[in-house]
């Protein structure tokens, strides 16, 4: 008779600190999975990922612990054993863990081995490593628990099998990022599987958490490479897969469904609207308030916030001052149209006639400049800010990584907001988005299924109108040429000398090696946004306002 096991796969949703109602949640999947051997759930489930300091309070460890407990409690009813991410205290250390619970109680605990420290991660600040993992016995399989990062270098994988270990089960908190789902299965996970000869089970959680959005896309990798199992991207999913022992005595995963990914740009505009949507809702704001100028980042911005939340919930205000076209005023009513979404417009010549006056004696014999551009983006941040604070809506801001990389932003003006879903997107990813967004529905968007914006939107020179005739290419080099370049100074840390190099113009790059400096300290200030990339400004880049180095 053929040895069987079903091994449940449960890629879910968390809330950072709401340790009870997470643990209810995997207790629920388990009632609905009693005839199962084993129910596997991501890293940290139990706490939420990433906690950060949360988990340095000693009354967040001591719920923790007492939460497991029950846990394990609900296990001695004889259905299946659990694996769940966890924190845990010994000797006076801190540990990031996978514990365990079968027949009422913990019965084994691995630590995470490799801890990562570089980009959006820093868990040497929190945890301890722990020493090289042992495979554990549960239910007739001999399984090895690396977590997360332990997957990503060969030595725990590598120890795991010479130990003995059967398969392999890799509990993640992997944020997305652009293209990280092709190195996570064939650069990261089919290694190990090649390495080993073992089948492989990645783990991984699904939707947003302040700045990060955990895309889900679990799989199975037989110990062949094979794909056995995809689950879907951006979906909570609770999966069963079946093993049958070989008479070899291997375990092989019966093939299942494989869910396709997303292409490019798509899989980046499902994370902003993820981010978007989970960051609205856990912290309970009715809805968002935006400026609509007839420009493309407000109308993506407004789009990604109708497909998050729903036309209902979102509210945009045009605030025309003398130097708004006509065609901004068409352009942003034809948008809120399309998407459906309220739209009301308050003039701000009057408050600009007021902030003159106030100024006059202050300002006199000065030509207007900067200033007073500045004055009127401010005036527009305190307008939506008075919308939020009488309504409620989160204020969500409209800039994109390019302006904010240069500094082409007011601070206390179109900074202001709580949230960016445009953070980390370059202008011309902008471009690429809208072009998508008006030729393809999200799947799971509450927005329109056709077009959302008029062509002429994403068509026309992008311009802030704060004086006559403005455009952005007035200030910054064209697009096609300053991302490029802001791409190579920031997600690969080139010198100007290196991007001299791939043909870029020396004098064009020290200038904006300077400008992307000098705007660290907006930067600082900046709501936080969705990461889309490598080197997001906030969570990845971490650098010194006052910084005097420059690579030429």
Known sequence: MTETRK???????????????????????????????????????????????????????ARAALELERMAAATA?????????????????????????????VVAV????????????????????????????????????????????????GHLKAAGAEIVIAPHGSPFEVEKDDLRRDGIAAVRVRETGLPLIFLNRVGGQDEL????????????????????????????????RTDEGGWVCRPGV???????PADAYHAMVVGLRDYVEANRFPGVVLGLSGGIDS??????????????????????????????????????RMLGCRLDTIPIAAAMTAFDGMLAGVFDGRAPDLAEENIQSRIRGLTLMAISNKFGPMLLTTGNKSEMSVGYATI?????????????????????????????????????????MPDRVIDKPPSAELREDQKDSDSLPPYDVLDPILHGLVEEELS?????????????????????????????????????????????????????????
């Open 77 to 105: 009813d004889g259905g299946p054993a659990m694996l769940v991410g966890t924190i845990r205290v010994r000797d006076g250390l801190l540990y990031n863990v996978v514990a365990v619970l079968d027949k009422g109680r």
């Open 258 to 264: 494989v869910h396709a990914q997303d292409p490019a």
């Open 7 to 61: 091994i449940v796969l449960a890629q879910l949703p968390q809330t950072v600190g709401d340790l009870a109602g997470n643990a209810d949640r995997m207790l629920a999947v388990r009632a609905d999975y009693r005839h199962a051997d084993l129910i596997l759930f991501p890293e940290l489930q139990l706490i939420g990922y990433p906690p950060e300091d949360l988990v340095l309070k000693p009354a967040v460890q």
């Open 299 to 336: 109308a993506l911005s407004a789009t990604v916030a109708v497909d998050a939340l729903g036309a209902e919930r979102v509210w945009c205000v045009m605030m025309p001052s003398r130097f708004t076209g006509d065609e901004s005023l068409s352009d942003a009513a034809e948008c809120a």
């Open 496 to 552: 100007v000398a290196e991007l001299v190099e791939r043909g870029f113009d020396r004098e064009t790059v020290v200038r904006i090696e300077r400008l992307l400096y000098v705007a660290e300290y907006k930067r600082r200030q900046a709501p936080p946004g969705v990461k889309l990339g490598r080197r997001n400004f906030g969570r990845d880049r971490r650098y010194p306002i006052t910084n005097a180095f420059r690579s030429a």
């Open 110 to 157: 691995r630590e995470k081995h490799e801890l990562p420290n570089y980009g959006t991660f820093d868990e040497k600040r929190v945890f301890a490593a722990g020493p090289l993992p042992e495979p554990i016995d549960l239910r007739g399989m001999r399984i090895g628990l690396p977590v997360c990062e332990d997957i990503w270098f060969p030595t725990v994988c």
């Open 412 to 452: 206390y003006g179109d900074m202001a907001g709580g949230y960016s879903v445009l953070k980390d997107a370059y202008k011309t990813l902008v471009f690429e988005l809208s072009r998508w967004r008006n030729a393809h529905a999200p799947r799971f968007g509450l927005g329109p299924r056709g077009p959302v």
């Open 213 to 244: 959005v955990f895309d889900g896309a679990s799989f199975v990798l037989n110990g062949d490479g094979r794909v056995a199992h995809q689950l879907p991207e951006w979906d909570a999913a609770v999966v069963e897969t079946v093993w049958d």
